[in-house]
T-cell receptor, first 108, second 114 residues
């Protein structure tokens, strides 16, 4: 079983749509959680941290369910510029373990 | 604040040749990581340094890959001899100890082995 599993997509959505990505992780001792965004041929960049209480940053909302070992990312009012790969990331013993990513394509 | 610097950006070599990549982390970041990202996959950790000591190199193919971080700042990653399956982007990242806020990645070195 992979340590961090994501649906690879691609998710093809129209502008203005709401889209949700899910992720599961295998290590119940994982300490912290993140979503990274990676544009084509670029390095991953931190999008947001994920907290147990849930957190929101503009159009982006992240949720963590420790009991189910499940992380989600919700993007509201999708923009063309949101097109990218979204990587679910788990901090295990002070190193980050990455999922394979979910591809999002937003179309006009 | 200057970011993580990597060079070269691109490298094409023939199989069985050797290659080296260089990384300069963000100033003050004690922890440095080398990741390998194969097309269509997420980054996979190769080696983690804290200052100039190795913390985790369990996924480093030690028969052909080596890395060092002399003086606890810059780092080099070497592959010798290269194989076709080593074609990937090699990403260097740095963080504060424990990575409480995630990492900052460099722009990577895209290696093609032909």
């Amino acid at each position: 079983r992979k340590e961090v599993e994501q649906d690879p997509g691609p998710f093809n959505v129209p502008e203005g749509a709401t889209v949700a990505f899910n992720c599961t992780y295998s290590n119940s001792a994982s300490q912290s959680f993140f979503w990274y965004r990676q544009d084509c041929r670029k390095e991953p960049k931190l999008l947001m941290s994920v907290y147990s209480s849930g957190n929101e940053d503009g159009r982006f909302t992240a949720q963590l369910n420790r009991a189910s070992q499940y992380i989600s990312l919700l993007i509201r009012d999708s923009k063309l510029s949101d097109s990218a790969t979204y990587l679910c990331v788990v901090n295990e013993a002070h190193k980050l373990v990455f999922g394979a990513g979910t591809i999002l394509r937003v179309k006009s | 604040e200057a970011g993580v610097a990597q060079s070269p950006r691109y490298k094409i070599i023939e199989k069985r040749q050797s290659v080296a990549f260089w990384c300069n982390p963000i100033s003050g970041h004690a922890t440095l990581y080398w990741y390998q990202q194969i097309l269509g996959q997420g980054p996979k950790l190769l080696i983690q340094f804290q200052n100039n000591g190795v913390v985790d190199d369990s996924q480093l193919p030690k028969d052909r890959f080596s890395a060092e971080r002399l003086k606890g700042v810059d780092s080099t990653l070497k592959i010798q001899p290269a194989k076709l399956e080593d074609s990937a982007v090699y990403l260097c990242a740095s963080s504060l100890v424990g990575a409480p806020d995630g990492y900052t990645f460099g722009s990577g070195t895209r290696l093609t082995v032909v």
